[in-house]
């Protein structure tokens, strides 16, 4: 199993810029991709951005050109920038990762971080 723990979240202006973090632990060497969602009140989870084991990343298109994903193995921390923030980011965001295990790909999630955008 993989036990993911999200920090960094907060309350920004528009504009302004936060990076987010998590820290994944357990069998992290079983890990295969890794991604940010967010949900806003109301709304379903959506992709924010992923990024796989080779350094492949995948953004939203609302946020692309805005927000970096980025993954240092050492550490076994996975972080979002997230620059130019608008009141429309705000959301909890959730840090989730995909690994193999018994030959099968399972996803698991950390409890979230609220980051609220103000106009």
């Known amino acids: 199993q993989v036990q993911l723990v999200e920090s960094g979240g907060g309350l920004v202006q528009a504009g302004g810029s936060l990076r987010l973090s998590c820290a994944a632990s357990g069998s992290v060497g079983s890990i295969v991709a890794m991604a940010w969602h967010r949900q806003a009140p109301g709304k379903q989870r959506d992709l924010v951005a992923g990024?796989?084991?080779?350094?492949?990343?995948d953004y939203d298109e609302a946020v692309k050109g805005r927000f970096t994903i980025s993954r240092d193995s050492a550490k076994n921390t996975l972080y979002l920038q997230m620059n130019n923030l608008k009141p429309e980011d705000t959301a909890v965001y959730y840090c989730?990762?995909?690994?193999?295990?018994?030959?099968?790909?399972?996803?698991?999630w950390g409890q979230g971080t609220q980051v609220t955008v103000s106009s």
């Open positions: 989730n990762a995909r690994f193999e295990t018994y030959g099968m790909i399972k996803g698991s």
């Open positions: 990024i796989t084991n080779g350094g492949t990343t």
